[in-house]
């Protein structure tokens, strides 16, 4: 018997269709689209107060920072690096200490560009804010000077108790895909406008890590530095870096300091 497929059936059927397909590659763009493409003045004025203390203009850091990496069943992994900081400039240069493995390799940032010096074959590799230190939990753009309103449009999520305190929660949404995490939460304690905890998500805002600030030092009137730091991977159970920032030092740096040549130098 055969069966009779009318014109409204098949109209009915297939009426969709365009409509379907439109979501199927429209969704996914809207995805890494930013939710709002304003910010709101009150949040921007917290980010520009807690960038005030923690850029470091007119100041030169010198610092050794200590890394140690755990993951479930291995042994803990350390990581030492010497760090030359001037944010006058927008400069910073980091030389790896320990272990023997990464002695000689260091980075080298002028403005927007990073290099990964690299002793073996003694070439700089060209690296980008997204670059994890040592294939830590710990990203190079968590160094060096601040700018967050001109790469995120930033608005308020309301208030949080983070570790007994009382904080401003600030979702930060990137104006471009050029941004170290598509979304971000900032949680800034109301005592004394510091951040304490950040929230990184991908841009379907899937949760990829948290940085936890547990500790800051005065390194001049109204400057601080962070000296301790918890890198949290929200992927990888069990994964997590923490940071240690000690012998911190505020004297002049030569600017030499600030060049390939003196990474070529120190890896010899």
Not at 182 to 198: A, C, E, H, N, S
Request: proline share 4%; hydrophobic share 35%; aromatic share 12%.
């Amino acid at each position: 018997m055969k069966h009779k497929i009318s014109v409204d059936a098949i109209y009915r059927t297939f009426r969709y269709v365009p409509v379907l397909v439109l979501l199927v590659f429209v969704l996914p763009l809207s995805a890494q689209t930013p939710k709002t493409s304003s910010s709101d003045p009150k949040s921007v004025s917290l980010v520009k107060a807690f960038e005030e203390k923690l850029n470091l203009f007119g100041l030169d850091i010198t610092s050794t920072f200590t890394l140690v990496q755990k993951k479930t069943g291995e042994s803990d992994r350390v990581l030492r690096l010497r760090i030359y900081r001037r944010d006058s400039s927008d400069t910073f240069t980091m030389l790896f200490e320990y272990p023997e493995s990464e002695k000689g390799k260091g980075y080298y940032r002028n403005r927007d560009d990073l290099f990964l010096y690299l002793p073996s074959t003694r070439e700089f590799v060209y690296r980008n804010s997204k670059d994890d230190v040592g294939s830590t939990d710990i990203r190079t753009d968590t160094f060096g000077k601040s700018d967050l309103s001109s790469q995120y449009w930033i608005n308020s999520e309301g208030t949080a108790i983070v570790a007994k305190m009382e904080c401003d929660v600030l979702r930060f949404d990137g104006k471009t895909l050029d941004v170290s995490y598509p979304v971000q939460k900032w949680y800034i304690r109301k005592t004394d406008g510091l951040p304490v905890k950040v929230d990184n998500f991908s841009a379907s805002e899937i949760l990829l890590r948290t940085t936890y600030y547990i500790d800051y030092k005065q390194v001049a009137p109204g400057k601080y530095i962070f000296t301790k730091l918890l890198g949290v991977d929200a992927l990888e159970k069990g994964q997590q870096t923490f940071l240690t920032n000690e012998n911190i030092s505020t004297s002049k740096i030569p600017d030499y300091t600030f060049s390939k040549a003196f990474l070529e130098e120190k890896s010899r």
